[in-house]
């Protein structure tokens, strides 16, 4: 089901936000401390434009070629696009010029080339960590004792500024642990002199647990947008 209908989707993100602000106070974080990210791969531009018409402005894409299809369709719209799929080496180029947020760097080489090729007109790639919270069962992020060693890599390109770290939970396991060893990990870092002030973590199932344990960004598709037929 494709929701592409205004009031439909700004119903739905009153409801997310409002289950945020709740999260967010029973924790004593302020709601202003968490922004939501309508992650909005696989649906149409006009799902993304009926959003924006509520005031929504972030948003997270996963394949490139969809999103630039969508950013072109909605260039008259001011919006933060966040890069939330994995990083191919051929798509990078694209990557950089195209958003504001990459939050799945776990890779030295694809750091590497998003900083060289960022274009100096913008200002630096806000980028985020992708940490492997939940051990063999998924692949994609660093191991929890690698975030150091590529911590440091990353701080030291100009085309980036390493803002913080993502987690995406194995999805058969409770996620609070997971979603508590990136924030013990960022204060680490913290306390090693970074000035990281971003924690990506929590989806549809999950946000209010995440924001719990402290995210500053959750990342929520379907609850907004419906169910996706794939990705
Ligand atoms: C698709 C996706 C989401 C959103 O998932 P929902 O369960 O639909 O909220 C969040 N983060 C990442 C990295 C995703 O790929």
Known sequence: MRIVDKPVICAAIAEVKEHMARAARENSRSPDEVTLVAVSKTFPAASIRAAASCAQRDFGESYVQEALAKQKE??????????????????????????????????????????????????????????????????????????????????????????????????????????????????????????????????????EIAIQEGATFVRVGSAIFGNRSYG
């Not at 913080?164 to 194995?170: D, R, S």
Request: a neutral charge; hydrophobic letters at 40%; aromatic letters at 6%.
């Open 74 to 207: 909605l260039s008259d719209l001011d919006l933060v696009w966040h890069f939330i799929g994995p990083i191919q080496s051929n798509k990078t180029q694209e990557i950089v010029k195209n958003f504001d947020w990459v939050h799945g760097v776990d890779r030295e080489k694809i750091a590497l080339r998003l900083s060289r090729q960022r274009p100096d007109s913008l200002q630096p790639l806000n980028v985020c960590l992708q940490v492997n919270v939940s051990g063999e069962s998924t692949k994609s992020g660093v191991a929890p004792d690698e975030v150091f060693a590529l911590a440091a890599t990353i701080s030291g390109l100009p085309g980036l500024k390493l803002r913080g770290l993502m987690a995406i939970p194995a999805p058969d396991q409770d996620p609070r642990p997971g979603f508590r060893l990136l924030r013990t990990l960022k204060n680490a870092l913290n306390d090693r002199g970074y000035k990281l002030d971003t924690l990506s973590m929590g989806m549809s199932g999950d946000y």
